[in-house]
C-alpha cells in the first residue's frame, strides 16, 4: 500500500510540474498574442531575413501562433515597394517569440491575399532579400560567396498566394502575371516545392493564363531547375512577331540551372496567318537557350498540302527567322479563284529587326501542269518578295506548248497591281514576242 502511495503522489506531482509548464507556455503566449503589435515593430525593425523595412497597420495574433495583419508593406533598401498586402496571416514559432531567438525558420506560414510583388534580378539572377543564415551569428571575415547560393538562406516555411499580382523585371524582360494562385514550400534545406498558376500575363509576353510547377534543388551551390512550365494562348504579336495575331499554347519542360535555364517542349497553333498565307494544325518542337528560342520541326496545313518550317527567335531584341517549304499547295485556294488550278511548290523565308516595319518575307514557288480557265500550262515558277506592305513577283516563267510567257515582275502595292512588260518566248527560243 506504501508503495502505490508513493507512485500516486509521484504522478501527481509530475502531472502538477507539466500543468504548470503547459499553464506558463500558455500564459507567456497569451502576452505575446496580446502585445503581437509591438513585438511585431520590434522584431521586425532589428530583422535581418529581409533587406529593407517591414512595416504593417494592425496585427492580430492568438495563443497558437497565428498572426493575421493588414496593409503589409515591404521596401526595399532604396525605398522602393517590393511588396504590398492588403491582408493576410502567419504562423509562427511561439517559443521563438517567447524566448526572443527569432530567425529565419521562426516564420512557418506565410499567406498573401490580393497583393502586389515586384522583384527585379540582375544579370546573374541576384535577388538580394534573402540573407545567408550566418548573418545570425557573429559577423566573422568569409570567403566571398555565390549570390546565387540559396542553400541556407531559404526559411523552412510555406508561401501561400491568392489572387496576387506578380511584377518581374530580369534583364530587358518585364512580366506582369496577375491572379496569381501558387504554395510554394520549402521543409528542407534541400529543395523548394513549386504550384504556382496565373491569369491573363502581358509585358514582354502575353497570354491568358500560366501553369508552373516542380522543384528547385538548392542543395548545391548553384540551384538546378526541374519545372513543368505551360503558357496558354500566346500573342506572337507581342513579342515582336510581326502583326500575328493567333494564339499558340507552349509546354516547356524546363531544367539546369537557375542562372542559366534551359528549356524544351512543344508549340502549337490552331491557326496561323502571316502575310498572304493561312496555315492550320501548326504544331512543332521548342528549345530554349540563353534568350534564344529555336523551332524546329514545325508542320502544318496551308491552301490543301503541307508546310515544313523551322525558326529562330531572340527574346530581348527580339530579331527573328523563319524558313518554311509548302508542299502540295492548291494554287485555286492562294489566289482565291477557281480560274486557276495546280499544285505548287513554295520555298519561304521570314527576317525581321523586331519590328513590325522590318519584316521581310521572300522566297520562290513551283507548280506541277494545270490550267488557267481554258488554257493550259506545264507549270508556273518565279520569285516573291514582301516588305513595307509591297508585295513583288519576279523572274516568273509560265511554260506551255506555245512557248513560255515571261516576265520580269509585276507588283502588288496596297492591293493595286503593277505589271511589268510581259512576253512570249517561242518554243524553240528563238523569238521574244512582247504581249504587253
Not at 31 to 43: M, P, V, W, Y
Not at 88 to 96: A, E, I
Not at 169 to 189: C, E, G, H, P
Request: overall charge neutral; charged content about 25%.
Amino acid at each position: 500500500m506504501p508503495v502505490i502511495c508513493k507512485n500516486r503522489k509521484f504522478y501527481l506531482l509530475i502531472s502538477a510540474i507539466l500543468l504548470l509548464m503547459v499553464a506558463v507556455y500558455f500564459f507567456l503566449s497569451h502576452i505575446a498574442s496580446t502585445k503581437a503589435e509591438s513585438i511585431f515593430r520590434r522584431e521586425m525593425s532589428r530583422q535581418r531575413v529581409m533587406t529593407g523595412s517591414v512595416t504593417a497597420d494592425r496585427i492580430k495574433a492568438d495563443p497558437f501562433g497565428n498572426v493575421v495583419f493588414t496593409n503589409l508593406v515591404w521596401l526595399d533598401v532604396n525605398g522602393e515597394p517590393v511588396l504590398q498586402v492588403p491582408q493576410g496571416r502567419f504562423k509562427v514559432s511561439v517559443w521563438d517569440i517567447i524566448s526572443g531567438r527569432t530567425d529565419m525558420d521562426t516564420l512557418q506560414r506565410v499567406e498573401l491575399d490580393d497583393a502586389v510583388l515586384s522583384v527585379r534580378f540582375d544579370e546573374n539572377m541576384r535577388l538580394d532579400v534573402l540573407p545567408d543564415k550566418k548573418r545570425f551569428a557573429a559577423a566573422k571575415p568569409q570567403e566571398p560567396k555565390s549570390h546565387l547560393n540559396l542553400h541556407g538562406r531559404i526559411p523552412e516555411t510555406e508561401l501561400v498566394l491568392k489572387n496576387c499580382t506578380l511584377n518581374v523585371m530580369y534583364k530587358k524582360r518585364y512580366f506582369v502575371l496577375n491572379q496569381v494562385r501558387a504554395v510554394i514550400q520549402s521543409k528542407t534545406d534541400d529543395f523548394i516545392k513549386i504550384d504556382f498558376s496565373t491569369g491573363l500575363f502581358g509585358g514582354t509576353m502575353v497570354g491568358d493564363r500560366m501553369k508552373l510547377y516542380g522543384r528547385v534543388d538548392i542543395s548545391k551551390a548553384v540551384p538546378e531547375l526541374a519545372l513543368n512550365l505551360t503558357m496558354y494562348q500566346i500573342v506572337p504579336a507581342s513579342l515582336g512577331l510581326g502583326n500575328v495575331q493567333n494564339n499558340a499554347d507552349v509546354f516547356l519542360e524546363v531544367k539546369g540551372k537557375l542562372q542559366q535555364p534551359l528549356a524544351d517542349g512543344a508549340l502549337s497553333f490552331a491557326t496561323l496567318d502571316l502575310p498572304a498565307l493561312h496555315f492550320s494544325k501548326v504544331n512543332g518542337n521548342v528549345h530554349y537557350e540563353d534568350g534564344r528560342v529555336d523551332f524546329t520541326d514545325v508542320t502544318g496545313s496551308v491552301y490543301g498540302g503541307t508546310v515544313e518550317a523551322s525558326g529562330q527567335y531572340n527574346i530581348d531584341d527580339r530579331h527573328y527567322s523563319i524558313d518554311a517549304r509548302g508542299h502540295e499547295l492548291l494554287a485555286s485556294i492562294a489566289a482565291k479563284s477557281t480560274k486557276i488550278n495546280c499544285r505548287v511548290e513554295l520555298d519561304l523565308h521570314m527576317r525581321s529587326e523586331g519590328r513590325a516595319d522590318t519584316v521581310h518575307t521572300y522566297g520562290s514557288f513551283t507548280s506541277g501542269p494545270g490550267h488557267y480557265m481554258l488554257i493550259p500550262f506545264d507549270s508556273i515558277s518565279g520569285k516573291f518578295d514582301n516588305k513595307s506592305k509591297v508585295l513583288k513577283f519576279k523572274d516568273v516563267v509560265i511554260k506551255t506548248d506555245l512557248g513560255n510567257v515571261v516576265t520580269d515582275g509585276f507588283k502588288l502595292v496596297d492591293g493595286k497591281l503593277y505589271l511589268e512588260d510581259i512576253f512570249l518566248e517561242v518554243p524553240d527560243g528563238s523569238e521574244k514576242i512582247k504581249v504587253r
